[in-house]
């Protein structure tokens, strides 16, 4: 029944911007924890980015931090990621997952995944 769909994925220039977009269905949405997670080719999964279900605290991983930014519209359950500054390591394709409730420090991990979404960084 849970269902998270991403979209917004491309192929981009080092240094330019894409928006992704994660549409969830089939639970509470506005009262669960949302996040991201990448993986590049040939590695495992990198966690980027998650945030509390009301936004009040965000977090993101190093290898994006100034440059990506997440966050929700509730209205529309729906989560957003915007990647700004883009690097060829960036490339990976990326996924919208659901953590297994909510937590003030995001601690709860997510689990279920979206189908993802390719992300594509090259001059």
């Known amino acids: 029944e849970v269902q998270l769909v991403e979209s917004g994925g491309g192929l981009v220039k080092p240094g330019d911007s894409l928006e992704l977009s994660c549409k969830a269905y089939?639970?509470?949405?506005?009262?669960?924890?949302m996040g991201w997670i990448r993986q590049a080719p040939g590695k495992g999964p990198e966690w980027i980015s998650a945030?509390?279900?009301?936004?009040?605290?965000?977090a993101y991983a190093d290898s994006v931090k100034g440059r990506f930014t997440i966050s929700r519209d509730n209205a529309k359950n729906t989560v957003y990621l915007q990647m700004n500054s883009l690097k060829p390591e960036d490339t990976a394709v990326y996924y919208c997952?659901?953590?297994?409730?909510?937590?003030?420090?995001?601690?709860?991990?997510?689990?279920?995944w979206g189908q993802g979404t390719q992300v594509t960084v090259s001059s």
């Open positions: 997952v659901k953590h297994y409730g909510s937590s003030y420090y995001l601690a709860l991990g997510p689990d279920y």
């Open positions: 089939g639970f509470f949405f506005e009262g669960i924890d």
């Open positions: 945030i509390h279900y009301s936004s009040r605290t965000l």
